[in-house]
T-cell receptor
Framework: AQSVTQLDSQVPVFEEAPVELRCNYS??????LFWYVQYPNQGLQLLLK??????LVESINGFEAEFNKSQTSFHLRKPSVHISDTAEYFC?????????????FGGGTRVLVKP | EPEVTQTPSHQVTQMGQEVILRCVPI?????FYWYRQILGQKVEFLVS????????KSEIFDDQFSVERPDGSNFTLKIRSTKLEDSAMYFC??????????FGQGTRLTVV
């Protein structure tokens, strides 16, 4: 079984400031890692993913996350946030060996970007 | 860009009634899922469906729940006799294989 912990339920941040959202996971098997974003009144959208290869992955809108196997973490960062980044962010994992893509989610981190 | 479509966006039903939530997954995807999110709680896996059968289900997915892919395009979740605690946002998702699940916008189910 897998579990995902997002330590911060809410993160207020000023526009153009950096932000880091923490994600730690527990799993007895290897996992793939994902960050999903949920904008107000919308569904979940994939932000970025780690499947294999370079442990640093980037999204098209400036977010990056680094997979740290020894610390079982997959923290999400952005050096300079915009008002439009206000959303809830979910970290998720899925087992590499299982067919399909059953996701286990963390509790979410609500980011509020202030002008 | 292809997307997962869910209908209705909001459903209100009386306790004890049957409800069917509908989803149209992305056409070339092979795996289909239902998740739910009770207000203020985590997104929880309910069931996965592959090759016309359930491949995995959670403890939440008891005999009151069923899924069906009746016509090769729709994917439905039925709750036979709704309870107050079934009130949640229900998300359908689909994936071609590993790596990315595409989610619909969700159906907010309110049981009164």
């Amino acid at each position: 079984a897998q579990s995902v912990t997002q330590l911060d339920s809410q993160v207020p941040v000023f526009e153009e400031a950096p932000v880091e959202l923490r994600c730690n996971y527990s799993s007895s098997v290897s996992v793939y890692l994902f960050w999903y974003v949920q904008y107000p009144n919308q569904g979940l959208q994939l932000l970025l993913k780690y499947l294999s290869g370079s442990t640093l992955v980037e999204s098209i809108n400036g977010f990056e996350a680094e997979f740290n196997k020894s610390q079982t973490s997959f923290h999400l960062r952005k050096p300079s946030v915009h008002i439009s980044d206000t959303a809830e962010y979910f970290c998720a994992v899925s087992p590499t060996e299982a067919a399909g893509n059953k996701l286990t989610f963390g509790g979410g981190t609500r980011v509020l970007v202030k002008p | 860009e292809p997307e997962v479509t869910q209908t209705p966006s909001h459903q209100v039903t009386q306790m004890g009634q049957e409800v069917i939530l509908r989803c149209v997954p992305i056409s070339n995807h092979l795996y289909f899922y239902w998740y739910r999110q009770i207000l203020g709680q985590k997104v929880e896996f309910l069931v996965s469906f592959y090759n016309n059968e359930i491949s995995e289900k959670s403890e939440i997915f008891d005999d009151q729940f069923s899924v069906e892919r009746p016509d090769g395009s729709n994917f439905t979740l039925k709750i036979r006799s709704t309870k107050l605690e079934d009130s949640a946002m229900y998300f359908c998702a689909s994936s071609r294989d590993i790596g990315e699940a595409f989610f619909g916008q969700g159906t907010r189910l309110t049981v009164v």
